[in-house]
């Protein structure tokens, strides 16, 4: 048996690991993307395939820094509000659901991006290993 509260820390704790996987997969993701690159110096491009996958992997570091950055925006004016209000630092409130909504809606977001991204690196390194007619 466990209280409400160690769910919710276990929802937070996972929530943060998937976010910190998500954010160190895109960096590794955009490695792995780096060595494929045709040419040197500044006439070197990423072969056609993999634009996909940079731009998500991009897209996923962006949606971090978005989810993290509106967070932190939106509590923090919802503390400002509350503190303004005369409300004590040790007073129980229950925050409107809705205030977590857009960052929900971003940490899944950035989720799916990263998961697209190395779907779209796999299908590349699945051709190399197995080219067609080869």
Not at 78 to 101: D, I, M, R, T, Y
Not at 108 to 130: D, H, M, P, T
């Amino acid at each position: 048996m466990a209280k409400l509260s160690d769910f919710r820390e276990s929802y937070y704790e996972f929530s943060g690991k998937a976010s910190d996987a998500a954010r160190n997969l895109a960096l590794a993701g955009i490695a792995v993307v780096w060595i494929f690159r045709i040419g040197e110096g500044s006439g070197s491009r990423f072969p056609h395939q993999l634009i996909w996958a940079v731009c998500l992997f991009a897209l996923t570091l962006a949606l971090d820094l978005l989810h993290y950055s509106l967070a932190t925006v939106i509590w923090g004016i919802f503390h400002w509000l509350k503190e303004k209000a005369g409300v004590s630092e040790e007073s129980q409130l229950k925050a409107p659901h809705w205030l977590n909504l857009i960052p929900r809606l971003l940490w899944a977001s950035k989720i799916v991006s990263v998961i697209g991204g190395y779907a779209f690196l796999g299908y590349f390194l699945l051709g190399i290993l197995f080219p067609a007619g080869g």
